[in-house]
């Protein structure tokens, strides 16, 4: 199945698709911000809506080899099970 060649209307739709996008994560982040500063810094993260990867908000596994949050539920709940 061939896919169809997208133009630069397309990207341009998909940078102000993510553009709002980043509007909405940067003003849940900094509510008191000006509209303005809002704006600078969601066009400054437009590129790039990933989250911190410090070790603090990064994934547990990878800095501390320890199960992540799911994990550990679906280990609590079928210890649970076993023991019903």
């Known amino acids: 199945m061939k896919s169809e060649a997208r133009g630069r209307a397309w990207r341009r739709h998909n940078r102000d698709r993510m553009i709002c996008r980043a509007i909405g994560i940067v003003s849940r982040e900094q509510p008191c911000g000006t509209p303005d500063e809002i704006r600078r ?44």
């Open 41 to 84: 810094s969601a066009l400054l993260r437009a590129d790039n809506l990933r989250d911190c990867t410090c070790s603090a908000c990064g994934n547990p596994r990878r800095y501390w080899k320890s199960l992540t949050m799911a994990e550990r539920r679906a280990r609590s709940a079928s210890r649970q099970n076993d023991t019903d």
